[in-house]
C-alpha cells in the first residue's frame, strides 16, 4: 500500500524554513514519518510543491519517491498527487509533521480499516488531547459520542478520490497521534517525547 505523506505547505506558524526537514534528535522531522510507514511495509511517496524545493531534494538524496503538486491546498494537492500515481487501490493518506507516528499504529488503523469493509478511514483523536499536546484550536467533530480532531492520517480509495467515500470514523486515545508539530512548542513537545522514548524512534531506521 502506497503512503502518499503531504510535505508541500509552507510551514508558516513555525517560520523556521522548510517544516518537513526540521531537525529532531539529530534527524529531519518527515524521516520518522517514512520511517513508520516503511517499517509498517507500507510503500512511502512524499508529496512536495514548490513551497519545498529543499524537500525534494532530501528525497532525492535518501532514494524516496517524490511528486511535485502545484501547492495550491491540502485537498488539491493530494487529489493531484494521487492522479500522478495512477493508484486506483486504497492508500494511506498523511501529514508530514506526525514525528512520533509508528509503525504499531499504522497497523492498528489498517486492521480496523480491512474489518470495517468502507472505502476510506479517518483518524481521530479526543479534542482533549489533542490540546493538551497541540497549539491552537485544532478542527473538532463528534466522534461516537466524543469531541475529537482528525489526526491527520486517512486512507482513501484512488479510484475514488476526488469524491466523497464512504468512511470509518476511527476513534483513537493515542497520544503519539496528538503530536504534530505546527508551532515551536508543539516542536518541543515531540522533540522531549522522541527523547524520552529512544528505543522506539532512534532504533533501527535508515535515517540516522
Known sequence: MYALIMAGGAGSRLNIGEKPLIM???RPLISYVI???ESAGCEPVVATSFRTPMTMNWCRAHGIEFCKTEGADYIEDMVSAVGMLEEEKPLFVSASDLPCITPDIIHTITGAYRLSGKDACSVWVPATMVTSCREGMPYREEIHGITASPAG???LRGALIAQPQ???Q???EE???ALNV???EDLEKAVIFIKQNPVIY???NRFH
Open 24 to 26: 529532531i534528535s539529530g
Open 35 to 37: 520511517n513508520a510507514f
Open 153 to 155: 492520517v486517512n486512507i
Open 166 to 168: 464512504d468512511e470509518l
Open 170 to 172: 476511527l476513534l483513537l
Open 175 to 177: 497520544p503519539r497521534l
Open 182 to 184: 505546527n508551532t515551536k
Open 202 to 204: 532512534q532504533g533501527k
